[in-house]
Nanobody
Framework: QVQLAESGGALVQAGGSLRLSCAAS????????MGWFRQAPGKEREFVAA????????YSTDSVKGRFAISRDNAKKSVNLQMNNLKPEDTAVYYC???????????????WGQGTQVTVSS
């Protein structure tokens, strides 16, 4: 397994941008598909984006397409989520997670970070 730690969450105005980072430890980071999820108060954890082991393939939920971009650097053992044109409905705790294959199901992810709060004010 890998250990994950997110950073970069903040309070931002609608239309603004944030870049979330997730640092991983462990020698097997490059073998994991990495994902970002978010959870708003009173709601279930939902898939945001994922990236393949090589970084060649990325996936995202429809509500963030064209606004969010996921990337990874296997040498630095990190995965990032660039979030542009943020909306109040993007407010949530954001988590990075590691899985053995691409999936949008949080139950199939092996490792999770502690989360970072993103708040978008209108």
């Amino acid at each position: 397994q890998v250990q994950l730690a997110e950073s970069g969450g903040a309070l931002v105005q609608a239309g603004g941008s944030l870049r979330l980072s997730c640092a991983a430890s462990g020698r097997t980071f490059s073998t994991y598909t990495m994902g970002w999820f978010r959870q708003a108060p009173g709601k279930e954890r939902e898939f945001v984006a994922a990236i393949s082991t090589s970084g060649d393939s990325t996936y995202s939920t429809d509500s963030v397409k064209g606004r969010f971009a996921i990337s990874r650097d296997n040498a630095k053992k990190s995965v990032n989520l660039q979030m542009n044109n943020l909306k109040p409905e993007d407010t949530a705790v954001y988590y990075c997670a590691a899985a053995r294959w691409y999936t949008r199901n949080p139950g199939n992810y092996d490792s999770w970070g502690q989360g970072t709060q993103v708040t978008v004010s209108s």
